[in-house]
Protein backbone atom coordinates (compact mmCIF):
# COMPACT_ATOMS: atom_id res chain seq x y z
CA UNK A 1 0.00 0.00 0.00
CA UNK A 2 1.24 3.37 -0.94
CA UNK A 3 0.67 6.40 1.31
CA UNK A 4 -2.14 7.86 -0.74
CA UNK A 5 -3.71 5.04 -0.25
CA UNK A 6 -3.63 5.45 3.57
CA UNK A 7 -5.66 8.64 3.29
CA UNK A 8 -8.63 8.41 5.06
CA UNK A 9 -11.29 11.67 5.70
CA UNK A 10 -10.39 10.89 9.38
CA UNK A 11 -6.19 11.31 8.52
CA UNK A 12 -6.56 14.55 6.71
CA UNK A 13 -8.63 16.06 9.25
CA UNK A 14 -5.95 14.93 11.99
CA UNK A 15 -3.28 16.50 9.98
CA UNK A 16 -5.46 19.95 9.67
CA UNK A 17 -5.49 19.95 12.89
CA UNK A 18 -1.94 19.51 13.55
CA UNK A 19 -1.22 21.90 11.39
CA UNK A 20 -3.75 24.47 12.47
CA UNK A 21 -1.98 23.75 16.68
CA UNK A 22 1.35 24.34 15.09
CA UNK A 23 0.64 27.93 14.30
CA UNK A 24 -0.54 28.59 17.18
CA UNK A 25 3.37 28.16 18.90
CA UNK A 26 5.65 30.73 18.14
CA UNK A 27 9.33 30.48 18.79
CA UNK A 28 11.54 33.61 19.37
CA UNK A 29 14.98 35.07 20.29
CA UNK A 30 15.32 37.19 23.20
CA UNK A 31 17.64 40.17 21.97
CA UNK A 32 17.29 42.75 24.65
CA UNK A 33 15.72 42.58 28.44
CA UNK A 34 15.29 45.34 30.96
CA UNK A 35 13.68 44.79 34.60
CA UNK A 36 13.70 46.25 37.67
CA UNK A 37 12.26 44.38 41.01
CA UNK A 38 9.61 46.22 43.21
CA UNK A 39 10.66 44.93 46.16
CA UNK A 40 14.01 43.46 47.99
CA UNK A 41 14.69 39.69 48.64
CA UNK A 42 16.63 37.97 50.99
CA UNK A 43 19.63 36.84 49.48
CA UNK A 44 21.99 34.12 50.68
CA UNK A 45 25.94 34.94 52.07
CA UNK A 46 26.00 30.91 53.08
CA UNK A 47 23.65 28.55 54.53
CA UNK A 48 22.87 30.05 57.82
CA UNK A 49 23.20 33.91 56.81
CA UNK A 50 21.30 36.67 54.15
CA UNK A 51 21.38 40.08 53.44
CA UNK A 52 18.72 42.39 51.55
CA UNK A 53 19.01 43.00 48.08
CA UNK A 54 17.50 46.39 47.99
CA UNK A 55 16.23 46.78 44.09
CA UNK A 56 17.25 44.70 41.49
CA UNK A 57 18.17 45.28 37.82
CA UNK A 58 18.44 42.56 34.96
CA UNK A 59 19.21 42.86 31.86
CA UNK A 60 20.42 40.46 28.53
CA UNK A 61 23.68 38.97 29.81
CA UNK A 62 25.82 40.39 26.38
CA UNK A 63 28.25 37.26 27.40
CA UNK A 64 25.57 35.09 27.18
CA UNK A 65 25.05 32.29 24.11
CA UNK A 66 22.51 33.79 21.71
CA UNK A 67 21.27 30.33 21.08
CA UNK A 68 19.70 30.06 25.05
CA UNK A 69 17.90 33.42 25.16
CA UNK A 70 15.03 31.62 23.27
CA UNK A 71 11.20 31.71 24.17
CA UNK A 72 7.64 30.08 22.79
CA UNK A 73 4.78 31.21 22.97
CA UNK A 74 1.43 29.06 22.60
CA UNK A 75 -1.37 31.27 21.97
CA UNK A 76 -4.07 28.24 22.50
CA UNK A 77 -2.92 27.85 26.06
CA UNK A 78 -2.24 31.31 26.96
CA UNK A 79 1.36 30.22 28.26
CA UNK A 80 4.65 31.29 27.49
CA UNK A 81 7.97 29.90 28.39
CA UNK A 82 11.23 31.46 27.91
CA UNK A 83 15.09 30.79 29.03
CA UNK A 84 17.46 34.05 28.80
CA UNK A 85 20.64 34.86 30.29
CA UNK A 86 20.80 37.80 32.41
CA UNK A 87 23.27 40.16 34.31
CA UNK A 88 21.40 40.97 37.49
CA UNK A 89 22.64 44.06 39.57
CA UNK A 90 22.28 45.14 43.15
CA UNK A 91 22.52 48.90 43.73
CA UNK A 92 20.38 48.52 47.29
CA UNK A 93 23.89 46.60 48.18
CA UNK A 94 25.76 49.88 47.54
CA UNK A 95 24.81 51.62 51.47
CA UNK A 96 25.88 47.15 52.71
CA UNK A 97 29.53 47.40 51.05
CA UNK A 98 30.04 51.52 51.88
CA UNK A 99 28.81 50.99 55.33
CA UNK A 100 29.55 47.47 56.71
CA UNK A 101 32.71 46.88 54.59
CA UNK A 102 30.88 44.25 52.83
CA UNK A 103 33.28 42.69 49.86
CA UNK A 104 32.70 45.01 46.60
CA UNK A 105 32.35 42.50 44.73
CA UNK A 106 28.90 42.73 45.37
CA UNK A 107 28.02 45.17 43.62
CA UNK A 108 29.62 43.36 40.36
CA UNK A 109 26.51 42.16 37.91
CA UNK A 110 26.16 38.73 38.91
CA UNK A 111 25.65 35.87 35.68
CA UNK A 112 22.21 34.18 35.92
CA UNK A 113 20.27 31.69 33.42
CA UNK A 114 16.55 32.48 33.52
CA UNK A 115 13.84 30.14 32.77
CA UNK A 116 10.32 31.49 32.85
CA UNK A 117 7.07 30.14 33.30
CA UNK A 118 4.14 32.66 32.44
CA UNK A 119 0.55 32.97 31.94
CA UNK A 120 -0.24 35.47 29.30
CA UNK A 121 -3.13 37.88 29.63
CA UNK A 122 -6.50 37.00 28.49
CA UNK A 123 -6.32 40.24 26.39
CA UNK A 124 -2.61 39.64 25.48
CA UNK A 125 -1.70 42.75 26.61
CA UNK A 126 1.36 41.37 29.22
CA UNK A 127 1.98 38.06 31.16
CA UNK A 128 2.80 37.09 34.70
CA UNK A 129 6.38 35.56 35.11
CA UNK A 130 7.53 32.54 37.87
CA UNK A 131 10.69 31.40 37.64
CA UNK A 132 13.48 30.36 38.17
CA UNK A 133 17.18 32.07 38.17
CA UNK A 134 20.16 30.06 37.97
CA UNK A 135 23.44 31.42 39.21
CA UNK A 136 26.34 30.63 36.97
CA UNK A 137 29.75 29.34 38.78
CA UNK A 138 32.02 32.75 39.89
CA UNK A 139 28.79 34.44 41.12
CA UNK A 140 29.12 35.25 45.06
CA UNK A 141 26.06 33.64 45.29
CA UNK A 142 26.84 30.35 43.06
CA UNK A 143 26.19 27.51 45.37
CA UNK A 144 24.70 29.45 48.38
CA UNK A 145 22.16 26.99 50.09
CA UNK A 146 20.57 29.92 52.26
CA UNK A 147 17.62 32.26 51.78
Request: aromatic letters at 8%.
Amino acid sequence: MTEHQNLTPQAVAARRATAERANSQVLFGVKALYGLSRQSVAMPLNEVESIESGQICLTVDPEADAGGNVGAVDFDRKALRVRYGAHIVFPGLHRLVTEKKFDAALLDPVRVTATDECSVSEDYSGWQAFGCLEFLPGSPWAGARGG
